[in-house]
């Protein structure tokens, strides 16, 4: 604790007599356009697929037609067909799940961003140990920007929230783009209108 | 005062000797610059993000104190330990005792500059742990021994044939294979071994928040996230300055982040760790090593708003042209050099001047840190305290003496010229260091002075 005390009191001498004030974060005002239309545009030129559908049942056909009868599926979304997982599971046993579906909070314009939440997981771990990943976004639900995104976080009380923007990826070979560095190789967003 | 062996001139010389590689890395760099600012101009209010963001910043300096004390109570709250390192030494002693107490010796980690800073990897090894870099790019130079290069692209330096040879040798791939899809998928298989066995991931901190004691990380690869999320124990690494206030201030950052550096709309993951997941311990470290004395300087304190996104490194003429290692510190480029110096004076003293002072730099800086300034005022401080060879002392007393006095530097100026006319390999030699790589102009018949008063009187007065 010694550090603790010394830092700190380093840290409590005054700098200046006129410390700067916390500005007001601006509400910028959101650029032209559908932010659906945006939010696909842009997940798209981050290595991200876009489904519209206009019901449950279309992402289910979808995935049917894209994985095999043996893949290993899991859903987090009651309304999506896959196996559910029990509580208090190892995190290692999911290194096999081919795919998980996720229904994140909402997603951002801007940057084709996702929020998702520990609660929506199932596990933390399977967002980033399965091999691919799908989520169901609302139409409805996409933001602008991450100004406004952190307006509808707001104070939540989240163990653990991510924002997924994209399949996992490296440029760090010669900066040639790879998708699927350690996590999922591929993300599909089915955008559902209702 | 004694020089130091290899300093970032020599270092560059080096790096200099391969001059299609240094071409190269030029252009791989420029590249990513151009990208960065395709990013920043498809947001029309990103000169007023830079502009709050460098408000939020030097509102956090001026208040770090109760910002870190909040941060603190937040963070113990939510079940997390929270320690206090002085230095580089206290911070690695702490992330070994946890790790002993656990009884772990594989761990894995994502990148953190500040553990790069403190010679984490080093200490641990020297304790019999082995650490395990997961961002490929600091994997890749973990595996040829070396520091990383650049403090977002680690192995930028590194040609594919040579990442294809590197992982034959450590990982078995076939000889001559460098295809980076390849190559990637074979570290994938690689380290997933490591995440599926390791039981402590540490990872750095890319904003701590005052407000709600949650830690952000941010990552393309997801590689912090499965360390986390598959270990039993999670320490976070971060200096002091991390602290920002609220959580909605990440609107503004994360916004800025991932354009500045590498030209993407943000990063693939922005996770924000608040509580341990069950049955796992959550620790941070909060490290000041010379933190809180820099905050004391006036002139270098705001150096301390960095994000750490790298644009001034790809805009840097002088880093372009002579790698990240040629800075021998953890952190390269124009901020690297105008940090460095404050930790160490003395080792670090060639670094301020490693560079044109164009200011493209602070141009970039998406937290307005005014970077070539402190370069400048570097210079100042460093020739003061007795910290530059006795060469370039004598060449900067040599200016100040001629260039102060007109009588002196006019005649200097037509000596000058006799020389290089007359004996030119009296300056086009090795000796000189503006000869290195270009020719030296052709001698002017008159200095400017002499022109203008010839011109002015045939032309009359008539301004």
């Known amino acids: 604790m010694e550090s603790r005390a010394k830092i700190l009191q380093a840290l409590s001498k005054k700098f200046t007599d006129h410390p700067a004030p916390l500005p007001d974060v601006k509400a910028f005002p959101p650029t032209a356009g559908d ?8 997940l798209r030129g981050i290595g991200g697929r876009t489904v519209r559908v206009s019901s449950y ?4 056909e979808y995935i049917a037609k894209e994985y095999t009868s043996g893949a290993r599926i899991i859903s987090l979304v009651k309304e999506v067909a896959g196996s559910a997982i029990t509580p208090d599971i190892d995190p290692h046993t999911f290194e096999n799940v081919d795919l998980v579906v996720l229904q994140p909070h909402f997603g951002v314009a801007e940057n084709g961003a996702a929020w998702i939440t520990s609660d929506r997981m199932g596990d933390r771990a399977l967002p980033f140990i399965s091999q691919h990943i799908a989520l169901v976004i609302t139409t ?22 991510t924002f997924i923007a994209g399949p996992s990826k490296t440029a760090d070979i010669e900066q040639s783009l790879v998708l699927g560095a350690h996590g999922p190789k591929s993300m599909t967003v089915f955008l559902l209108s209702r | 005062m004694e020089q130091k062996i290899q300093d970032h001139a020599i270092l560059a010389d080096k790096f200099n000797k391969d001059i299609p590689r240094v071409d190269w890395h030029d252009k791989t760099l420029w590249f990513i610059r151009e990208k960065r600012d395709k990013a920043a101009w498809q947001i029309a209010e990103w000169e007023e993000l830079r502009e709050a963001a460098s408000q939020v910043k030097n509102n956090v300096l001026d208040n770090l ?14 079940g997390v330990t929270v320690h206090w390192a002085a230095n580089a030494e206290e911070h690695n002693r702490i992330v070994h005792a946890i790790i002993k107490e656990h009884g772990v010796t594989d761990i894995v980690k994502s990148k953190s500059m500040l553990t790069e800073e403190c010679h984490l990897n080093e200490y641990l090894q020297q304790q019999g742990i082995t650490v395990v870099d997961t961002d490929l790019g600091e994997r890749i130079v973990q595996l040829a021994g070396e520091p990383p290069s650049h403090i977002v692209l680690p192995c930028i330096h590194w040609k594919k044939e040579e990442i294809g040879e590197l992982f034959h040798q450590h990982l078995g791939t076939p000889k001559g294979n460098a295809d980076p899809q390849f190559l990637t998928a074979a570290a994938r298989e690689h380290l997933r071994q490591r995440f599926m066995t390791s039981r402590v991931a540490i990872t750095g901190v890319n904003f701590a928040v005052a407000e709600t004691g949650e830690v952000v990380v941010c990552t393309n690869e997801g590689n912090a996230d499965l360390g986390v999320q598959l270990a039993e124990v999670h320490i976070a690494c971060m200096g002091i300055e991390k602290i920002i206030p609220q959580r909605k201030h990440l609107g503004i950052f994360l916004r800025l982040l991932a354009r500045s550096a590498t030209g993407q709309p943000v990063t693939t993951y922005s996770s924000h760790f608040r509580k341990p997941r069950p049955g796992q311990t959550m620790h941070i470290v909060l490290v000041d090593n010379g933190r809180s004395e820099r905050l004391q300087q006036e002139s270098f304190r705001n150096a301390l708003k960095c994000i750490r ?5 790809n805009t840097c003429p002088v880093y372009r042209r002579s790698g990240g290692h040629s800075y021998h510190y953890a952190i390269a480029g124009p901020i690297g050099s105008i940090l460095a110096p404050g930790l160490d004076m003395k080792k670090h003293a060639d670094l301020p001047f490693a560079s044109t002072l164009c200011g493209s730099c602070s141009n970039v800086c998406p937290v307005k840190i005014n970077i070539h300034e ?5 210079r100042q401080v460093l020739v003061k305290s007795g910290h530059v060879s006795p060469v370039k002392k004598a060449g900067i007393s040599g200016m100040a003496a001629v260039l102060s006095r007109p009588g002196i530097y006019k005649v200097s100026g037509a000596v000058g010229r006799w020389f290089m006319k007359y004996i030119p390999a009296l300056v086009n030699n090795k000796l000189n260091p503006w000869y290195k790589q270009r020719e030296m102009p052709a001698v002017p018949k008159q200095s400017f002075n002499e022109w203008y008063r010839q011109n002015r009187k045939q032309n009359g007065k008539q301004s």
């Open chain 1, 140 to 161: 409805d639900s996409i933001l602008h920007t991450m100004h406004e995104a952190y307006e509808q976080i707001g104070n939540a009380d989240h163990p653990f929230g």
């Open chain 2, 309 to 313: 996104c790298g644009a001034c490194m």
């Open chain 2, 65 to 78: 104190h109760d910002y870190l004390l909040e941060f603190e109570k937040q963070a113990q709250q939510n």
């Open chain 1, 35 to 42: 932010p659906v239309d945006k939010f696909e545009f842009i």
């Open chain 2, 374 to 378: 402190q370069l400048y005022e570097w």
């Open chain 1, 57 to 60: 049942t279309e992402i289910d």
